[in-house]
T-cell receptor, first 111, second 114 residues
Framework: DQQVKQNSPSLSVQEGRISILNCDYT??????FLWYKKYPAEGPTFLIS?????DKNEDGRFTVFLNKSAKHLSLHIVPSQPGDSAVYFC??????????FGPGTRLSVLP | KAGVTQTPRYLIKTRGQQVTLSCSPI?????VSWYQQTPGQGLQFLFE???????NKGNFPGRFSGRQFSNSRSEMNVSTLELGDSALYLC?????????????FGPGTRLTVL
C-alpha cells in the first residue's frame, strides 16, 4: 500500500500558466515533506520542503501548500517555463525514518 | 564541490548473475542511501549506511545487500538477478543520517537484466 500517492502520472501546461502538482499521503506521522525534480539521465534534485508546522512555503516561482487535515500537499509553479518540464517526486518523512517517495508526476510545459 | 558519482552508469546482465554498483558521496558526506526506481513505483528505499554501518533497510529480499567503506564510499550488490531487478538504482548522500537532511542524488546506474 503506497503511503505517498501522486495520482496524476502526467500533466501538460502552457508556458506562463500555473502548474499544480498534487500529492496525498496516508501516514499521519509524516511531519516533513519534500519535492524533488528529476530530468532524464540525472538524479533527482531537491526543490522545496515544508514542515508540518507550516501550511505554506514559498521559494521564487515555487510554492508548496500543506493541508494536514486532508493529508494533501501541492506544488504550485508560477509562471511555468519550458525548463520546468521534468518528473516531480513528492516525498514524506516521519522523524527518525527515511523518506517515502511518491511515484512521480511528469510535467510538460508547452511553449 | 564534486557531486555524487555512481559507476557504472549502464549495465546489462543476464538472469542469475550478480552485480555490484558503486557510489562515491559528496566529500564530507558520511551518510549514503540507495534507492530503486522503476516506472510507476517511484523511488523505493533500499538501505542507508552511516559510518560503515547499515542504519536502515527497506523491504527488499536478501539478494540485495550493501556496504560502506571507511572513506564513505558505498557499494550495493544484487545476487541471483531476476528480470524484475531491471531498474535505475540511485544513490544519495547527506552530511548525517536522519529524515531532515536533504539528500543529494547521483545520476544513477541503469541496470538491465535480460
Amino acid at each position: 500500500d503506497q503511503q505517498v500517492k501522486q495520482n496524476s502520472p502526467s500533466l501538460s501546461v502552457q508556458e506562463g500558466r500555473i502548474s499544480i502538482l498534487n500529492c496525498d499521503y496516508t501516514n499521519s506521522m509524516f511531519d516533513y515533506f519534500l519535492w524533488y525534480k528529476k530530468y532524464p539521465a540525472e538524479g533527482p534534485t531537491f526543490l522545496i520542503s515544508i514542515s508540518s508546522i507550516k501550511d505554506k512555503n514559498e521559494d521564487g516561482r515555487f510554492t508548496v501548500f500543506l493541508n494536514k487535515s486532508a493529508k494533501h500537499l501541492s506544488l504550485h509553479i508560477v509562471p511555468s517555463q519550458p525548463g520546468d518540464s521534468a518528473v516531480y517526486f513528492c516525498a514524506a518523512s516521519a522523524r527518525g525514518q527515511n523518506f517515502v517517495f511518491g511515484p512521480g508526476t511528469r510535467l510538460s510545459v508547452l511553449p | 564541490k564534486a557531486g555524487v558519482t555512481q559507476t557504472p552508469r549502464y549495465l546489462i546482465k543476464t538472469r542469475g548473475q550478480q552485480v555490484t554498483l558503486s557510489c562515491s558521496p559528496i566529500s564530507g558526506h558520511r551518510s549514503v542511501s540507495w534507492y530503486q526506481q522503476t516506472p510507476g513505483q517511484g523511488l523505493q528505499f533500499l538501505f542507508e549506511y552511516f559510518s560503515e554501518t547499515q542504519r536502515n533497510k527497506g523491504n527488499f529480499p536478501g539478494r540485495f545487500s550493501g556496504r560502506q567503506f571507511s572513506n564513505s564510499r558505498s557499494e550495493m550488490n544484487v545476487s541471483t538477478l531476476e528480470l524484475g531487478d531491471s531498474a535505475l538504482y540511485l544513490c544519495a548522500s547527506s552530511l548525517i543520517p536522519g529524515a531532515y537532511n536533504e539528500q543529494f542524488f547521483g545520476p544513477g546506474t541503469r541496470l538491465t537484466v535480460l
